[in-house]
C-alpha cells in the first residue's frame, strides 16, 4: 500500500510541467519538412538553397525519426523541380512528410494561396506534426507585413509544444525564451521585407506616375481589374475602373451631402438604411483590396458612416484625377464617376465645414476614463470620457447610425459612487507595510542581480579580446606554420565565452525606470480613504487602472455597475440617477409622443406623470403645444396659500428638493410652486442646488450571492 508521501509524490510529478531539455526532445510526434522559396526564378537558380532541403531530411534521419525516404533521391526529385515547375512536390513515408508544395510562392502569401503552408497548419492542429524542419528560419513560413500570420502559427506551435528545428538548433514556442527569440525572427524577416521595399520604391513610384496600382486601398466605386498572374502566384492588376454598383450610391451620397449643405447627421438619416453591396464571388479579391473592407457591415452590405462620407468628398479618383505621394497628378487618368461640379460643391463643404480653431486646450483625464463599458447594445462599446465638459458619454449610435445617444451622464453621478464601492475594499493598513518590505526586498536583490550580471558581462568581454589577441600567436613568424593544437584550444575559450554572454543577453531585460520612493508609496496607501478627495482625478485614474479590469454599465434611470477586479472578483453598484438636462438623451421618442397624444386632452396631471415617467409636468405641457394638443377644460381648483404651506415650502426648498417633488408632497402644479418662490424670493445654496444621486453597493461576488450596502450624496 502506497504511503500519503508516494501519493503525494505521484501527483506532483503527473501535474510537474516539463523542462526545456524535454520540450526540446526529439524524436517527438512526427517530423514535417517545409521547403519554400520567394520565386521561381530562385527555384532556377539557387542550387543550394534547393539542396539544403534534402539535407533536411538527412538532419530529420539523424533526429530518431523512420523513414525509406532518401536523401539522395529527394535530392535528384528537388532537381527535377527546378526545370520543371508540375513535377511531384510532396512525398509522405513513414514519420517523415517532405513538402515543397510553395517553391516559388511569396512568404507574404496567407494559407488560401500556399497549399503547403495550409497542410502543416492543418496537421499541427491535429496534433500529429510534433517538429517542423525549415532551411532559413521561420522566415519560410512567413513574411506577413501584418504581423497577423507568424503569430497565429507561433500561438499554434506552442499550444501543441511543437518543434522548429533548423541546421543551427532546436526551439519550442512552449518555451517562453524560445517564443522570444522565434517572434524576434519573425520581425527580423519582416524588417528585411521592409529594407526590400525601400529599394524596390523607385520603381513603385515610377509605376505610379503611369496612373497604375502600387498596392494602396481601392476607392469607393471603383475595382481593380486583374491582367494576368505573376510565376509565384501573386497577380498582376491594371488600371481602376468603375463598378456601377458601387458607383450609383457613391452619387446618391454626394447628392445628398450637398442637399444636406453639409450635415453628416442629416445626410446619414436621409440616406437612411442604404449601403454599398457586397462583391460577387467572381469579385471575392476585392474585398481585401476596396477601402470598404474597414466598414462594419450589414447583411445588405458595408455601412455608410460620416468618416466615409467625409473621405469621399475629398477623393479627387472620383473625378478621374490619378495621384500617389508627392508625384505629379494625372488628369483623366480613368474614367470619373461622379459630375465635376457634384464633386466640387461637396468638396467645398466638407473644406469650410467647422468651426475656426483657435488655442489647444489640455484636460486631465476623468477617473473612471477607459474603465467603462456600456452593455445596452449588442456588443460591449466603451464609453468615452469628455473630460472638457466632465460627462461620460455613450454616442457611437447618434453618429455613426443617426440614432438616439445612449448615455450622456454627468460625471460625479458614476464617479462617486463606483469611487466609494472601490475604497470600501481598500482597507490597506494592516498589509501594506509587509507588502512594501517585500517589494523593497525584491528591488534591492534584482538591483544586485544587474550589478553582477553587468561586471560579469565586462569580464568576459575583456577575456574574450585576450584570447583573440593570442589567436597571431598561433602561426610561426619564421615558417608560417600554425599550430593547430593551440588555435583550436584558443577558438574553444572563444566559444565558451560567447556562450556564458548569450546566455545572459538572453535573460529577460529589466526596465529602465526610475527607482521607486518606497516612503512615498507608503504614505500614499496608508492614507488613500483619508485623502482621495485631494487627489488629481488623472492620479485617481492612474490608480484604479492598477486594480479594476473593466466596468460594464446598463441601464437608463436606474443604472448597473458592474466592477471586475483585476483579481477575478467582481462587484455590482446600482445607482439611482436623478433625472437628465443633457438635450442628447432627453429627446422626446415616438413612443412618448403617441402616449402622450393619447392621454393628453382627457387625463389628469396626475395620471400624465405616471405615464411619463422622468418627464415633469412642464416638459409635458410644452411638448403637448408644440404638438399643437389641447386639453379638456377643467374646474379651477385654485386655492389660497396659507401660513402652514408657505413653511413648508421653505423648509423643502432650502433642503434642497426638487420642485416636482415639492409639488407632489403640496399636492399644487409645479407653475404654482415656482410662482410662490418667486414671490417669497426664496434663494437655494449652490450645494442644495445640485442634483441627488443614490446608490447601493454590493460586497465582492466570488459566487452568485451578494449582500448590498446604501450610499447617498446630494
Same mark, same amino acid.
Given at each position: 500500500?502506497?504511503?500519503?508521501?508516494?501519493?503525494?509524490?505521484?501527483?506532483?510529478?503527473?501535474?510537474?510541467?516539463?523542462?526545456?531539455?524535454?520540450?526540446?526532445?526529439?524524436?517527438?510526434?512526427?517530423?514535417?519538412?517545409?521547403?519554400?522559396?520567394?520565386?521561381?526564378?530562385?527555384?532556377?537558380?539557387?542550387?543550394?538553397?534547393?539542396?539544403? =532541403?534534402?539535407?533536411?531530411?538527412?538532419?530529420?534521419?539523424?533526429?530518431?525519426?523512420?523513414?525509406?525516404?532518401?536523401?539522395?533521391?529527394?535530392?535528384?526529385? #528537388?532537381?527535377?523541380?527546378?526545370?520543371?515547375?508540375?513535377?511531384?512536390?510532396?512525398?509522405?513515408?513513414?514519420?517523415?512528410?517532405?513538402?515543397?508544395?510553395?517553391?516559388?510562392?511569396?512568404?507574404?502569401?496567407?494559407?488560401?494561396?500556399?497549399?503547403?503552408?495550409?497542410?502543416?497548419?492543418?496537421?499541427?492542429?491535429?496534433?500529429?506534426?510534433?517538429?517542423?524542419?525549415?532551411?532559413?528560419?521561420?522566415?519560410?513560413?512567413?513574411?506577413?507585413?501584418?504581423?497577423?500570420?507568424?503569430?497565429?502559427?507561433?500561438?499554434?506551435?506552442?499550444?501543441?509544444?511543437?518543434?522548429?528545428?533548423?541546421?543551427?538548433?532546436?526551439?519550442?514556442?512552449?518555451?517562453?525564451?524560445?517564443?522570444?527569440?522565434?517572434?524576434?525572427? @519573425?520581425?527580423?524577416?519582416?524588417?528585411?521585407?521592409?529594407?526590400?521595399?525601400?529599394?524596390?520604391?523607385?520603381?513603385?513610384?515610377?509605376?505610379?506616375?503611369?496612373?497604375?496600382?502600387?498596392?494602396?486601398?481601392?476607392?469607393?466605386?471603383?475595382?481593380?481589374?486583374?491582367?494576368?498572374?505573376?510565376?509565384?502566384?501573386?497577380?498582376?492588376?491594371?488600371?481602376?475602373?468603375?463598378?456601377?454598383?458601387?458607383?450609383?450610391?457613391?452619387?446618391?451620397?454626394?447628392?445628398?451631402?450637398?442637399?444636406?449643405?453639409? *450635415?453628416?447627421?442629416? $445626410?446619414?438619416?436621409?440616406?437612411?438604411?442604404?449601403?454599398?453591396? @457586397?462583391?460577387?464571388?467572381?469579385?471575392?479579391?476585392?474585398?481585401?483590396? $476596396?477601402?470598404?473592407?474597414?466598414?462594419?457591415?450589414?447583411?445588405?452590405?458595408?455601412?455608410?458612416?460620416?468618416?466615409?462620407?467625409?473621405?469621399?468628398?475629398?477623393?479627387?479618383?472620383? =473625378?478621374?484625377?490619378?495621384?500617389?505621394?508627392?508625384?505629379?497628378?494625372?488628369?483623366?487618368?480613368?474614367?470619373?464617376?461622379?459630375?465635376?461640379?457634384?464633386?466640387?460643391?461637396?468638396?467645398?463643404?466638407?473644406? $469650410?465645414?467647422?468651426?475656426?480653431?483657435?488655442?489647444?486646450?489640455?484636460?486631465?483625464?476623468?477617473?473612471? /476614463?477607459?474603465?467603462?463599458?456600456?452593455? *445596452?447594445?449588442?456588443?460591449?462599446?466603451? =464609453?468615452?470620457?469628455?473630460?472638457?465638459?466632465? +460627462?461620460?458619454? &455613450?454616442?457611437?449610435?447618434?453618429?455613426?447610425?443617426?440614432?438616439?445617444? &445612449?448615455?450622456?451622464?454627468?460625471?460625479?453621478?458614476?464617479?462617486?459612487?463606483?469611487?466609494?464601492?472601490?475604497?470600501?475594499? #481598500?482597507?490597506?493598513?494592516? @498589509?501594506?507595510?509587509?507588502?512594501?518590505?517585500?517589494?523593497?526586498?525584491?528591488?534591492?536583490?534584482? !538591483?544586485?542581480?544587474?550589478?553582477?550580471?553587468?561586471?560579469? $558581462?565586462?569580464?568576459?568581454?575583456?577575456?574574450?579580446?585576450?584570447?583573440?589577441?593570442?589567436?597571431?600567436? &598561433?602561426?610561426?613568424?619564421?615558417?608560417?606554420?600554425?599550430?593547430?593544437?593551440?588555435?583550436?584550444?584558443?577558438?574553444?575559450?572563444?566559444?565558451?565565452?560567447?556562450?556564458?554572454?548569450?546566455?545572459?543577453?538572453?535573460?529577460?531585460?529589466?526596465?529602465?525606470?526610475?527607482?521607486?520612493?518606497?516612503?512615498?508609496? +507608503?504614505?500614499? #496607501?496608508?492614507?488613500? !480613504?483619508?485623502?482621495?478627495?485631494?487627489?488629481?482625478?488623472?492620479?485617481?485614474?492612474?490608480?484604479?487602472?492598477?486594480?479594476?479590469?473593466?466596468?460594464?454599465?446598463?441601464?437608463?434611470?436606474?443604472?448597473?455597475?458592474?466592477?471586475?477586479?483585476?483579481?477575478? @472578483?467582481?462587484?455590482?453598484?446600482?445607482?439611482?440617477?436623478?433625472?437628465?438636462?443633457?438635450?442628447?438623451?432627453?429627446?422626446?421618442?415616438?413612443?412618448?409622443?403617441?402616449?402622450?397624444?393619447?392621454?393628453?386632452?382627457?387625463?389628469?396631471?396626475?395620471?400624465?406623470?405616471?405615464?411619463?415617467?422622468?418627464?415633469?409636468?412642464?416638459?409635458?405641457?410644452?411638448?403637448?403645444?408644440?404638438? *399643437?394638443?389641447?386639453?379638456?377644460?377643467?374646474?379651477?381648483?385654485? +386655492?389660497?396659500?396659507?401660513?402652514?404651506?408657505?413653511?413648508?415650502?421653505?423648509?423643502?426648498?432650502?433642503?434642497?428638493?426638487?420642485?416636482?417633488?415639492?409639488?407632489?408632497?403640496?399636492?399644487?402644479?409645479?407653475?404654482?410652486?415656482?410662482? +410662490?418662490?418667486?414671490?417669497?424670493?426664496?434663494?437655494? !445654496?449652490?450645494?442644495?442646488?445640485?442634483?441627488?444621486?443614490?446608490?447601493?453597493?454590493?460586497?465582492?461576488?466570488?459566487?452568485?450571492?451578494? /449582500?448590498?450596502?446604501?450610499?447617498?450624496?446630494?
Amino acid at each position: 500500500m502506497q504511503t500519503i508521501e508516494q501519493i503525494i509524490e505521484s501527483r506532483r510529478q503527473l501535474n510537474k510541467k516539463p523542462g526545456e531539455q524535454e520540450l526540446r526532445l526529439l524524436p517527438y510526434k512526427t517530423a514535417y519538412i517545409y521547403g519554400r522559396l520567394s520565386s521561381l526564378k530562385q527555384v532556377r537558380d539557387s542550387h543550394e538553397s534547393i539542396r539544403e =532541403i534534402a539535407r533536411l531530411l538527412e538532419l530529420a534521419i539523424a533526429d530518431g525519426y523512420k523513414t525509406s525516404l532518401s536523401p539522395d533521391d529527394i535530392g535528384l526529385e #528537388l532537381d527535377k523541380i527546378r526545370d520543371n515547375p508540375s513535377a511531384v512536390k510532396l512525398w509522405v513515408d513513414g514519420e517523415v512528410t517532405n513538402d515543397v508544395r510553395d517553391l516559388g510562392i511569396s512568404g507574404q502569401l496567407s494559407y488560401e494561396d500556399r497549399q503547403g503552408l495550409a497542410d502543416l497548419q492543418r496537421k499541427v492542429d491535429e496534433g500529429s506534426v510534433g517538429a517542423v524542419y525549415l532551411t532559413e528560419g521561420v522566415s519560410r513560413l512567413s513574411r506577413d507585413k501584418d504581423r497577423i500570420l507568424p503569430y497565429q502559427l507561433l500561438k499554434l506551435l506552442k499550444e501543441h509544444q511543437c518543434r522548429i528545428r533548423t541546421l543551427e538548433g532546436v526551439w519550442n514556442p512552449a518555451i517562453d525564451r524560445d517564443f522570444d527569440y522565434l517572434a524576434e525572427e @519573425f520581425e527580423d524577416a519582416i524588417g528585411e521585407l521592409k529594407v526590400m521595399n525601400r529599394r524596390m520604391f523607385r520603381r513603385k513610384r515610377q509605376k505610379a506616375g503611369r496612373g497604375e496600382y502600387v498596392g494602396e486601398s481601392i476607392v469607393s466605386g471603383y475595382l481593380l481589374p486583374i491582367t494576368g498572374q505573376k510565376l509565384n502566384g501573386e497577380y498582376e492588376y491594371g488600371k481602376i475602373v468603375p463598378y456601377q454598383p458601387h458607383a450609383d450610391v457613391v452619387n446618391r451620397i454626394l447628392e445628398e451631402f450637398v442637399k444636406q449643405n453639409g *450635415n453628416y447627421r442629416k $445626410t446619414l438619416i436621409a440616406l437612411g438604411d442604404l449601403t454599398f453591396p @457586397f462583391f460577387p464571388a467572381e469579385l471575392q479579391y476585392m474585398e481585401r483590396l $476596396t477601402s470598404l473592407r474597414t466598414c462594419k457591415t450589414r447583411t445588405t452590405g458595408y455601412r455608410i458612416t460620416w468618416s466615409l462620407i467625409k473621405g469621399l468628398a475629398r477623393n479627387l479618383k472620383l =473625378i478621374g484625377i490619378w495621384q500617389w505621394g508627392d508625384t505629379d497628378p494625372i488628369i483623366g487618368n480613368h474614367e470619373p464617376i461622379v459630375s465635376e461640379e457634384l464633386f466640387m460643391e461637396a468638396y467645398r463643404l466638407v473644406s $469650410t465645414k467647422g468651426k475656426p480653431r483657435g488655442k489647444a486646450a489640455s484636460f486631465e483625464l476623468m477617473q473612471w /476614463s477607459g474603465l467603462l463599458y456600456c452593455v *445596452n447594445h449588442p456588443e460591449p462599446r466603451r =464609453i468615452q470620457a469628455l473630460s472638457s465638459k466632465g +460627462r461620460y458619454t &455613450c454616442n457611437y449610435d447618434y453618429f455613426q447610425e443617426a440614432k438616439e445617444t &445612449c448615455m450622456d451622464i454627468t460625471g460625479r453621478f458614476l464617479d462617486e459612487p463606483l469611487s466609494d464601492a472601490v475604497l470600501r475594499q #481598500l482597507d490597506l493598513t494592516a @498589509f501594506t507595510e509587509e507588502i512594501l518590505l517585500r517589494l523593497e526586498s525584491e528591488s534591492n536583490s534584482r !538591483s544586485i542581480e544587474e550589478t553582477q550580471s553587468r561586471q560579469l $558581462t565586462r569580464r568576459l568581454e575583456g577575456d574574450k579580446k585576450k584570447w583573440q589577441a593570442l589567436l597571431p600567436s &598561433c602561426v610561426d613568424e619564421n615558417t608560417g606554420e600554425v599550430n593547430h593544437e593551440r588555435e583550436d584550444y584558443y577558438w574553444n575559450q572563444i566559444h565558451e565565452i560567447d556562450k556564458q554572454l548569450e546566455e545572459i543577453r538572453s535573460r529577460p531585460a529589466q526596465s529602465d525606470t526610475k527607482p521607486v520612493d518606497y516612503s512615498e508609496v +507608503r504614505g500614499f #496607501l496608508q492614507g488613500i !480613504s483619508s485623502n482621495w478627495q485631494s487627489y488629481s482625478p488623472g492620479l485617481k485614474n492612474r490608480f484604479l487602472r492598477l486594480l479594476i479590469d473593466k466596468v460594464e454599465i446598463s441601464g437608463d434611470n436606474v443604472i448597473e455597475a458592474v466592477i471586475f477586479w483585476k483579481n477575478g @472578483f467582481r462587484q455590482k453598484v446600482t445607482i439611482y440617477r436623478p433625472p437628465s438636462n443633457s438635450k442628447l438623451e432627453r429627446r422626446w421618442t415616438q413612443e412618448e409622443d403617441d402616449l402622450l397624444r393619447l392621454l393628453y386632452k382627457t387625463s389628469s396631471d396626475e395620471t400624465l406623470r405616471v405615464a411619463l415617467p422622468g418627464r415633469t409636468m412642464k416638459a409635458i405641457t410644452l411638448r403637448g403645444n408644440r404638438m *399643437n394638443l389641447r386639453r379638456s377644460h377643467r374646474a379651477n381648483k385654485w +386655492r389660497r396659500w396659507s401660513r402652514e404651506d408657505d413653511n413648508t415650502l421653505i423648509q423643502y426648498f432650502e433642503d434642497g428638493m426638487a420642485i416636482p417633488e415639492i409639488a407632489e408632497k403640496l399636492c399644487r402644479s409645479e407653475s404654482s410652486i415656482q410662482a +410662490r418662490i418667486k414671490v417669497k424670493n426664496l434663494q437655494q !445654496s449652490r450645494k442644495s442646488r445640485e442634483k441627488i444621486v443614490r446608490w447601493e453597493i454590493s460586497d465582492l461576488i466570488p459566487s452568485q450571492q451578494s /449582500s448590498t450596502r446604501g450610499g447617498y450624496r446630494g
